[in-house]
């Protein structure tokens, strides 16, 4: 299981509690991190607060992680499994919080489209951009991150358009790059470039076919990394 790089006591959460895919409806709630103790992460309770009915829900909990050049948000999903109506923070100083238990390692989020997956083989998505086809990464209902040939001219702040295909259904999309990078120095991987882009403009029955494949290919996944 993987720790919790960036989290500590007293940086800030944002607790995911709820999604709707197809509304593109998101339940997110601040909280600040207490503690850090093996599995398990203490946090306040967030604003609006979290009803006694929660225990046992599964949740994801994110951060931002800052390095030198941005930041990239990271979480995991969890059960919370207590709430502390006095918890302890100093010897004249008691607060309300709740425990969530890690089940998951830690990936990246974009919490505003929530949950990038990384699609297999067999997932049923495809993606081209500017006529050619590209390895994805990850992706979500806001975008994406791929893989390509370094001759595809893909940059950052460039606007691209493309095909997505999902379960045979083929849709165009345009994008945004937001930045671009090129593969770590083997000489395997020395015609080949990263990049992250952001949708825009999406057909709504795009949007709403992609949240709807979002959605089930990671309730998959965290089935098969809760009980595996």
């Known amino acids: 299981m993987a720790e919790f790089p960036g989290a500590r006591p007293g940086s800030t959460s944002d607790i995911i509690v709820d999604v709707d895919f197809s509304q593109e409806r998101i339940d997110v709630r601040r909280a600040f991190i207490y503690d850090v103790i093996e599995k398990c992460v203490i946090l306040s309770q967030p604003n609006p607060p979290l009803a006694n009915r929660y225990i046992g829900s599964k949740v994801a909990v994110t951060y931002l992680i800052k390095n030198e050049d941005d930041a990239a948000r990271y979480g995991f999903y969890g059960k919370i499994v207590e709430f502390i109506s006095e918890y302890e923070l100093s010897s004249s100083d008691t607060v309300a919080a709740i425990v969530v238990e890690q089940k998951t390692d830690i990936t990246e989020?974009?919490?505003?489209?929530?949950?990038?997956?990384?699609?297999?083989?067999?997932?049923?998505i495809t993606?081209?951009?500017?006529?050619?086809s590209v390895n994805i990464i990850d992706i979500s209902i806001g975008g994406a991150k791929i893989s390509f040939s370094k001759n595809l001219g893909i940059e950052p702040?460039?606007?691209v358009e493309g095909k997505i295909?999902?379960?045979?259904?083929?849709?165009?999309?345009?994008?945004?790059?937001?930045?671009?990078?090129?593969?770590?120095?083997?000489?395997?991987?020395?015609?080949?470039?990263?990049?992250?882009?952001?949708?825009?403009?999406?057909?709504?029955?795009?949007?709403?076919?992609?949240?709807?494949?979002v959605g089930q290919i990671e309730r998959e996944q965290r089935f098969k990394e809760m009980f595996p």
């Open 109 to 124: 989020f974009n919490v505003r489209m929530h949950f990038r997956i990384k699609p297999g083989i067999d997932s049923g």
């Open 127 to 132: 993606l081209s951009a500017l006529g050619s």
């Open 157 to 159: 702040r460039k606007i």
């Open 165 to 213: 295909s999902i379960d045979g259904n083929v849709f165009s999309y345009q994008a945004k790059v937001l930045r671009a990078w090129d593969a770590p120095g083997t000489q395997k991987d020395a015609n080949l470039r990263y990049a992250a882009m952001q949708f825009f403009n999406m057909d709504k029955k795009l949007d709403n076919l992609l949240g709807k494949k």
